[in-house]
């Protein structure tokens, strides 16, 4: 499917062919956020064909103390997710629904996962740059739980729904109001 290629992005997840990192120039950009995030899905704009395989051979260990598990929370004013969206946008080589999909995934993504330890009014602070993004980029707020992004785990396709009925219902809010533990502040 090809929302799959959408499904996990880490770089180490990946094989890709070295003539063609070199044809299309890819490099990994010097970004706080969103380093890997940038070079998959620039590269995905690239390709004509993508395989999957079905064979895993590795273990992944989830490491805790890790930069994404712990810089990344809280929402911290020194890491911008527009920028992340800003490079990937100016780099992809084509736009299309799945990567508008993209975009919406990852920004629910980051408000839900980063945005949990945020006080109420850091974290709409963040919503409201993110929904401006959108917007400014014409990037709809509409997920589909099923159809295109069917190979999505359904608490994931519900979450994202959730989060943008909530936008449209304008409840953000409230959803903030109980689910921001106001842990991080600044």
Known sequence: ????????????????????????????VPLVLGDDDHFVTVAYSYANKVAILPYAGYNFICNTESITNT???GLRRDIELTEL?????????KHDELLNLHYLKLGVYYMLHSGRLATKERFMEEHAKLINWYKQ??????YPVTS????????????VKGY???????????FA???CK????E
Not at 85 to 93: E, N
Not at 137 to 142: A, G, I, S
Not at 164 to 172: A, G, N, P, R
């Open 1 to 28: 499917m090809p929302w799959a290629r959408f499904q996990i992005l880490a770089p180490w997840a990946k094989i890709f062919n070295l003539d063609f990192i070199r044809r299309n120039n890819l490099k990994f």
């Open 71 to 73: 810089k990344h929370k």
């Open 85 to 93: 969206l800003d490079r990937i946008d100016a780099d992809v080589h």
């Open 137 to 142: 980029h014409n990037v709809p707020l509409r």
């Open 148 to 159: 295109i992004a069917t190979s999505d785990p359904l608490k994931i396709r519900l979450a």
């Open 164 to 174: 943008v009925i909530l936008t449209k219902l304008h409840l953000m809010g409230v």
């Open 177 to 179: 109001s109980f689910y």
């Open 182 to 185: 106001g842990v991080v502040k």
